[in-house]
Structures are given as C-alpha cells and as structure tokens.
C-alpha cells in the first residue's frame, strides 16, 4: 500500500511539475472562482473578468486544452442571456471599462456561430455609436468622467471595436480606431520622458489636470500597460494597407523605448509609479500587472514584426523578475503577488494623482487584472523559444482549388471551409495558431499557382478541392498548376495535400497532381465513424514515426484511402491502407493525407476526448513542414 500511495504522490508531482507557471495559475482562478462564480469580488460584469479570460483564451490556443475555453464560456453565460441582453450591465453609464468582455463574446460568437453572442456583441458596439466624445473625437472614459480620455480605456475599447469592425466589414471604422490612439498620445505623451500620463482632461477642470496641458500629473506603469497591449491587439486586425497602421507602429515603438529606459536593470521590473523622484519615493514598489503587461506588449511587439527583435531582451528580462518576485507558492497554488488593486483619478472620495494617493491604494495577490495580465505574458513568452523553428518562412494555404463562399452576417461573400482565420469548427485558426507559435507566417492564395506566386511560400497547403457541389464554377487542377507546383517543389518547397472521402472532393483533377509524386487518392473511404463512436476514426502512427514523434493516437475521420508508388512512402496505415504517405521530390518534399483531419472541430480539443492527440499531431506536422522546406 506505502509503495502504491508513493507512486501516485510521485505521479501527481510529476504533473505538476510538467505544467507552465501560466497553467498553475489558471487552476488558482478555477479554484478562486469556481464554476459559474464570475472571476473578480462581486457578480459585476466587470473588465477584471475579461482580462483573465483573455489569458485563457491564449493557454487554449497554445495547448489545445478545450477546458480553457469551456471556462470562459461558462463564465460569460453567467451574463449574457438568450436574448443577447447582457445581467448587471447598463449601455447608458457609457462606461468603456463594460466594452472590455466583448472580446470573449467575439470569440465565442466566431467559434459557436450562436446568434445570442452576436446580439450581446451588437449591443457593446451600440455602446460605442453613442459614446461621449470630447470635441476631437476622443471616447470618454465614463459618461461620469466627462471630457476626460485615460489611457486605460484603450485597451477597454479599441481591440474589441476593431475585431468588430473587422467581421462586419466596418471598413470606415478604423480611422476612428487609429484616432483614439493618436489622440491618446499627442496629448498624454511628455516630451521629455517619452512616458504617457494616467490621463488628459480636455476641460481642463479637474484638480488632478495640469491648467496648460489638461494632463494627469504622473506617469502610473499599468495605465500605460493597457494602453501598451491595446495596440499590439488592436495590430491583429487592422488592415495590412491601412494608411493610420503605420502610425500605430509608431506609437508603439516610442512608447516600449520610453518604457525601456525606466525597467530597473537588477529585477527587470517597474515601478508602480515611473519616473518619480520626489518626496517619499522610497514608498515606490515594483508592481506585477504593469511589469506583466509590458512584457506581453514587447514580446507579441516583437513576434508580429512591429518591434525591433533587439526588443526581446526586454522581455526576457522582465518575465526573470516576474517570475522571481511576483510567482509565489501558497498552500499548495500557485499564487500572483505584488498587484495594485486598483487606481484612478477623480471620483468620490477624490484621487488627486498624487504620489501619495497611488501609494495609498492596497497591493494584493491574486488579483485579477494582475493574474490575466501574468496568462497574457506568459503566452507570449512561451513563444519565444519556437519562434526560430519557422522565422522567415511563408505558409500559403489555397483558396483556388478550395473556393467556397458563403454569406456572412454581415451579407458579405466570404470564403469559408478551411481556411485561416475562420473559429468555426470548419476552420483551421487552430492550425493557422501552430504555425505562428512556430514563427511562421501565413498567407492565402486566391488565383492559379504559379511560380511566381509560389516563389515566397515555403510550405503550400492544398486543402479538398471543389467539385460541382461544393462550387458551380470550380477550379479544377489542371496541368498548368501540375507543371507550377512540382517545379515549386522541385526547387526546396514543401507541399500538404489534404483530400477528403470521394463524395466531398474532386479527387479526379486532384490526382494530376498527386500522381506526380507517387500518390493516389482512392474511392475507398475509411473510418466512416458512426455519430460520435470515437474509436471507429482512430490511427495510430506508430512507433518511431519521423513525423508525429508525439502524438501516439490520431483521429481522422470518413478518409479517402491512398495508394502509393515510388517515390512516395507510408506513413501510417491502418489494417493494410495508407492514410498518409510521403515523397520526396528534387530538394523538396510532399506529405499527403485523405482527409482535411486538423480543421478546428478535430483539432482544438473541444469535441475529441483527450486521448486523440490531434492537437499534438498538428504541432509535430507544423515543425516537420518547416524544417523540411528548403526555401
């Protein structure tokens, strides 16, 4: 018995020993706050929540563990109900703190399709149509702070008004999106510092404003977080050819070269109040949500390519002292230390800005705005280390051959079925979210492949094409593109070929290009699962497999069987048929497979049980893919 309770306490350490400090620290917020109890000290619809569910949504993203995403759904249905109405929240306080949450609604809207997340997205963006403006055009922060912008708001706003603007097709919407920003700085911003204020009153009026500049008196670390992380997030969906893009970039990059000069160069921290050497800065302290918030800004910064990668030595040497200080063991949790519970400006009782007020504002662990902020850095850091395995590299998905369009709630034709950037079950955001933790770009391809176009993608994914009931007009594979992609080939590329069973694709056109490389689609469907018999889709890949070198048990389901020929070799095969084979063609190399197979409902861990690793399939066929290219 003494040798069994050994093993399973050894075990049990063992697991907790192989989780990221960001995974210990989500099971303290699961264990905070559990089940439908919202995350934060009351049953308010508050920002705090969102900061942390941001975090999940990251953990979820960087290990296919769905359980990240059913918290935050069970979370946000505590409030928003069936009719989109959203408990505890009032559009007319025009607080833009309440607009913060719409980024999980988004999420949830994009990944389920359910119609109740539009309505609750609607109503947050209703807020925005209305919101009290100063005469420029700068959002309030509160309609009860009137003509007053804090840096704060930024990140409460913009990132969810720009994903909003993005899937709706508000194209006009991001010149208003870029303006808070500019505006945000021209008038926070010191000159001398580079540092951006807490705040700007346009009036004037407030005892906290300077009578000459309306600014806010110092420079607090964690409003100019939120400000930080607002245009990194902003950044994803901001059109590549907008003209204000660059300008945010800008922005960006003179507030992370202001924020460099002030990181303490023995703990890589922040103080909570920066720049400060009046009375009583002994009182100063270094304070974890700011210190997080940075790091998340400066390594995301970087891995997008707005920063210097220089820049992520910054990073680095943040998250040590993050680590070091704030990352603290606790009756058997993971805990967050050193979080200033909160600070503002005006109100009642009134806060001056004053050196004295900040420092009079309690610092506590396990705060939520701290915690969120400590998953978002963490994220980012865990990327840094795989970003070199596809640094410079170009994944092209095909939308030629696999050209589906659909109508989306905005009435817009969009393409749809496999492609980037769709959340849907149907999409392939989980693997598009592999690559790019792998430091790969992606890209699509909507015209003919050529060698022209071709020529800067290293890896090119060719994904079920149509046949007439997919598409009344397909494109079919024809020798052109064979000629075309086997040069590419030739020439160091590396090519995915994704079939699918004979009734839901053209194999006939597709195996022109197939056969070049020794590889036929077949008419055989295999793994036809029945509802969700799970083990009817199983394939194992076997061991010592040059591929999947960790997942040991795949899920592939309704699969076109191929047949094979040299220069083409199995991969893996179940009861005597290929289901993915290999070839190598010139310097490059050809991986097919009779099924799309990591499209999101197999791959992101929300329907699989936990024995399919398909997640960690995806992973180990992402870095084979781009360590394989030789372009």
Same mark, same amino acid.
């Given at each position: 018995?003494?040798?069994?309770?050994?093993?399973?306490?050894?075990?049990?350490?063992?697991?907790?020993?192989?989780?990221?400090?960001?995974?210990?620290?989500?099971?303290?917020?699961?264990?905070?706050?559990?089940?439908?109890?919202?995350?934060?000290?009351?049953?308010?619809?508050?920002?705090?929540?969102?900061?942390?569910?941001?975090?999940?949504?990251?953990?979820?993203?960087?290990?296919?563990?769905?359980?990240?995403?059913?918290?935050?759904?069970?979370?946000?249905?505590?409030?928003?109900?069936?009719?989109?109405?959203?408990?505890?929240?009032?559009?007319?306080?025009?607080?833009?703190?309440?607009?913060?949450?719409g980024k999980l609604v988004m999420l949830l809207y994009r990944v389920t399709g359910k119609e109740?997340?539009?309505?609750?997205?609607?109503?947050?963006?209703?807020?925005?149509?209305?919101?009290?403006?100063?005469?420029?055009?700068?959002?309030?922060?509160?309609?009860?702070?009137?003509?007053?912008?804090?840096?704060?708001?930024?990140?409460?706003?913009?990132?969810?008004?720009?994903?909003?603007?993005?899937?709706?097709?508000?194209?006009?919407?991001?010149?208003?999106?870029?303006?808070?920003?500019?505006?945000?700085?021209?008038?926070?911003?010191?000159?001398?510092?580079?540092?951006?204020?807490?705040?700007?009153?346009?009036?004037?009026?407030?005892?906290?404003?300077?009578?000459?500049?309306?600014?806010?008196?110092?420079?607090?670390?964690?409003?100019?977080?939120?400000?930080?992380?607002?245009?990194?997030?902003?950044?994803?969906?901001?059109?590549?050819?907008?003209?204000?893009?660059?300008?945010?970039?800008?922005?960006?990059?003179?507030?992370?070269?202001?924020?460099?000069?002030?990181?303490?160069?023995?703990?890589?921290?922040?103080?909570?109040?920066?720049?400060?050497?009046?009375?009583?800065?002994?009182?100063?302290?270094?304070?974890?949500?700011?210190?997080?918030?940075?790091?998340?800004?400066?390594?995301?910064?970087?891995?997008?390519?707005?920063?210097?990668?220089?820049?992520?030595?910054?990073?680095?040497?943040?998250?040590?002292?993050?680590?070091?200080?704030?990352?603290?063991?606790?009756?058997?949790?993971?805990?967050?230390?050193?979080?200033?519970?909160?600070?503002?400006?005006?109100?009642?009782?009134?806060?001056?800005?004053?050196?004295?007020?900040?420092?009079?504002?309690?610092?506590?662990?396990?705060?939520?705005?701290g915690m969120g902020a400590f998953l978002l850095a963490s994220n980012e850091m865990a990327m840094?280390?795989?970003?070199?395995?596809?640094?410079?590299?170009?994944?092209?998905?095909?939308?030629?051959?696999?050209?589906e369009k659909k109508k989306d709630a905005a009435g817009a034709d969009i393409y749809w079925h496999?492609?980037?950037?769709?959340?849907?079950?149907?999409?392939?955001?989980?693997?598009?979210?592999?690559?790019?933790?792998?430091?790969?770009? /992606?890209?699509?391809? &909507?015209?003919?492949?050529?060698? *022209? +176009?071709?020529? =800067?993608?290293? !890896?090119?994914?060719?994904? $079920? @094409?149509?046949?007439?009931?997919?598409?009344?007009?397909?494109?079919?594979?024809?020798?052109?593109?064979?000629?075309?992609?086997?040069?590419?080939?030739?020439?160091?590329?590396?090519?995915?070929?994704?079939?699918?069973?004979?009734?839901?694709?053209?194999?006939?056109?597709?195996?022109?290009?197939?056969?070049?490389?020794?590889?036929?689609?077949?008419?055989?469907?295999?793994?036809?699962?029945?509802?969700?018999?799970?083990?009817?889709?199983?394939?194992?890949?076997?061991?010592?497999?040059?591929?999947?070198?960790?997942?040991?048990?795949?899920?592939?389901?309704?699969?076109?069987?191929?047949?094979?020929?040299?220069?083409?070799?199995?991969?893996? /095969?179940?009861?005597? &048929?290929?289901?993915?084979?290999? *070839? +190598?063609?010139? =310097?490059?190399? !050809?991986?097919?497979?009779? $099924? @799309?197979?990591?499209?999101?409902?197999?791959?992101?861990?929300?329907?699989?049980?936990?024995?399919?690793?398909?997640?960690?399939?995806?992973?180990?066929?992402?870095?084979?893919?781009?360590?394989?290219?030789?372009?």
């Amino acid at each position: 018995m003494k040798k069994i309770i050994w093993i399973l306490l050894l075990v049990v350490s063992v697991n907790a020993f192989s989780q990221s400090p960001a995974e210990k620290l989500a099971a303290t917020v699961l264990n905070i706050w559990k089940d439908t109890v919202p995350i934060g000290s009351n049953t308010k619809w508050s920002y705090d929540m969102g900061v942390v569910l941001e975090g999940f949504k990251g953990l979820w993203m960087n290990t296919g563990n769905a359980d990240y995403f059913k918290a935050i759904q069970k979370k946000m249905d505590y409030f928003i109900k069936d009719d989109g109405t959203i408990k505890n929240y009032d559009k007319e306080d025009y607080n833009i703190d309440m607009v913060n949450n719409g980024k999980l609604v988004m999420l949830l809207y994009r990944v389920t399709g359910k119609e109740k997340y539009k309505k609750a997205a609607d109503l947050l963006r209703s807020q925005l149509a209305t919101q009290p403006r100063t005469n420029e055009g700068g959002f309030w922060h509160k309609k009860v702070y009137t003509n007053q912008m804090w840096l704060d708001g930024l990140y409460m706003g913009e990132p969810f008004y720009a994903e909003y603007a993005m899937l709706f097709h508000q194209d006009t919407a991001f010149n208003d999106i870029a303006n808070q920003f500019i505006w945000m700085e021209k008038h926070a911003r010191d000159p001398k510092t580079g540092l951006l204020y807490h705040a700007w009153d346009e009036s004037k009026q407030q005892k906290w404003a300077n009578t000459v500049t309306g600014a806010s008196p110092l420079f607090w670390a964690r409003a100019m977080g939120w400000y930080s992380d607002a245009l990194v997030d902003v950044l994803d969906y901001f059109p590549e050819s907008h003209p204000k893009r660059k300008a945010l970039i800008d922005i960006l990059n003179r507030l992370v070269n202001a924020v460099e000069k002030q990181q303490d160069k023995t703990t890589g921290l922040w103080y909570d109040v920066m720049n400060y050497n009046g009375a009583g800065k002994e009182k100063n302290y270094f304070e974890a949500s700011a210190s997080c918030q940075f790091t998340y800004a400066i390594a995301k910064g970087v891995r997008k390519g707005y920063l210097p990668a220089a820049k992520i030595a910054i990073a680095k040497k943040a998250y040590e002292g993050i680590l070091k200080q704030f990352i603290k063991e606790e009756n058997g949790q993971t805990v967050l230390a050193g979080t200033v519970k909160v600070s503002g400006l005006g109100g009642n009782p009134y806060r001056d800005g004053s050196f004295a007020y900040y420092m009079s504002e309690p610092v506590i662990t396990n705060d939520p705005k701290g915690m969120g902020a400590f998953l978002l850095a963490s994220n980012e850091m865990a990327m840094v280390p795989t970003q070199s395995i596809g640094k410079g590299k170009m994944v092209m998905l095909d939308r030629w051959f696999n050209s589906e369009k659909k109508k989306d709630a905005a009435g817009a034709d969009i393409y749809w079925h496999y492609v980037w950037n769709e959340k849907s079950n149907s999409g392939f955001t989980t693997f598009q979210s592999v690559f790019e933790r792998y430091g790969a770009n /992606v890209a699509s391809l &909507d015209a003919a492949p050529t060698i *022209a +176009n071709l020529k =800067k993608a290293s !890896v090119y994914i060719i994904v $079920d @094409p149509d046949h007439v009931r997919d598409n009344p007009k397909p494109n079919y594979v024809n020798a052109s593109d064979v000629k075309a992609i086997s040069e590419w080939v030739k020439a160091g590329g590396t090519l995915l070929l994704m079939a699918n069973d004979s009734n839901n694709c053209d194999l006939t056109h597709f195996n022109l290009l197939a056969g070049v490389f020794g590889i036929k689609f077949t008419d055989k469907s295999i793994n036809m699962v029945k509802n969700d018999i799970f083990e009817q889709g199983v394939v194992y890949p076997g061991a010592n497999n040059p591929i999947f070198k960790t997942a040991s048990k795949m899920y592939l389901k309704e699969v076109s069987a191929i047949e094979i020929k040299s220069p083409a070799t199995a991969n893996a /095969v179940k009861d005597g &048929d290929v289901i993915i084979a290999t *070839a +190598n063609y010139g =310097k490059g190399k !050809v991986l097919a497979v009779g $099924d @799309p197979w990591l499209y999101n409902e197999y791959a992101d861990g929300r329907k699989l049980p936990a024995e399919y690793e398909n997640y960690k399939a995806a992973e180990d066929l992402v870095k084979w893919l781009l360590t394989s290219t030789k372009k």
